[in-house]
């Protein structure tokens, strides 16, 4: 099975992700083509590797990943490191990029499989002008096609890091952020389940969020664990903490984005309170 994936930030307005498609079936006729978004933030890296993360494991090993944002490569631009069109295999699938912090802020602290530098596409400018075409396709179909990596790409020892917010941990408390706001206004948070259970699953909290203004002390199973219109807390599909109100949704009566107020990278507090200790955290001061 020859499955590519399209992540990008090119949109569905022009002509480009059209493009990207019929060069991967000129390329490779037999391909199945899904896409992933194609509406990340213009040169967000950050919320590309949120996107490929969250899915890429519901794919069948050998899939190939194609991420098409910030793909210019850079060479040696203003005496800065540069940044390469790259191959990274990780738990079976392939993820082809720009090196430009992406692979970074996608694998985090785990440890891939390999890791190449496509060979020969910086020396042509005229790839330049659209290199997730022009670069990350034709490497992605030499995968598809059965190709060793080694015939094309080089490895390489590393990739670019990038610097991603992570959830802060402290006596009694979690200080975790938005990193992503779906299309119903849920608040995805960088706290994971396995984080917040270090503080003892039956262990009292209470989850703060905009300054205070709004509290949750309970962690539901299922959103309709709630009336409708009810803020609710649960760990999705991803294990991260989510915010949402049950059956609400930007444009619909308002999702937890729009009637919380919260916006991407605000802080979220989870306060705990251990059996014997003070009420709360602010009866300490």
């Not at 499989?113 to 330049?128: A, C, H, M, T, Y």
């Not at 659209?130 to 096609?145: E, Q, W």
């Not at 009292?204 to 609710?232: A, M």
């Not at 059996?275 to 955290?281: L, N, R």
Request: hydrophobic share 40%; with cysteine; aromatic share 12%.
């Amino acid at each position: 099975m020859q499955i590519i994936t399209l992540t990008t930030d090119m949109g569905l307005h022009d002509h480009y992700v059209a493009s990207l498609k019929g060069t991967i079936l000129t390329l490779t006729p037999e391909a199945r083509i899904v896409d992933i978004s194609h509406t990340v933030k213009p040169f967000n890296i950050s919320e590309a590797a949120y996107y490929i993360s969250s899915c890429f494991r519901d794919f069948p090993k050998g899939t190939v990943h194609v991420i098409g944002v910030d793909s210019e490569p850079i060479v040696n631009f203003g005496g800065t490191d540069g940044s390469f069109p790259s191959i990274l295999l990780f738990e079976g699938h392939y993820f082809i990029a720009n090196d430009n912090g992406f692979f970074g802020a996608f694998i985090q602290e785990n440890t891939p499989e390999g890791f190449w530098q496509i060979d020969d596409v910086l020396s042509n400018p005229r790839l330049f002008l659209f290199p997730t075409k022009s670069m990350l396709i034709p490497a992605a179909c030499r995968i598809l096609k059965g190709e060793d990596v080694s015939t094309f790409a080089s490895p390489a020892p590393k990739f670019k890091k990038a610097f991603s917010i992570t959830a802060v941990v402290e006596v009694n408390l979690i200080k975790g952020n938005v990193i992503h706001i779906d299309s119903y206004g849920n608040l995805i948070i960088n706290v994971s389940r396995e984080l917040f259970d270090r503080f003892g699953k039956d262990t009292p909290f209470t989850i703060y969020f905009r300054k205070r203004d709004y509290y949750i002390d309970r962690i539901s199973t299922t959103y309709n664990e709630v009336s409708e219109g009810e803020k609710v807390a649960i760990f999705n599909e991803n294990n991260l903490l989510e915010i949402a109100i049950n059956r609400g949704a930007n444009g619909s009566g308002g999702g937890a984005e729009k009637l919380f107020g919260v916006h991407l990278g605000d802080v979220i507090r989870i306060e705990f309170t251990p059996q014997g200790s003070k009420t709360t955290i602010d009866s300490l001061f």
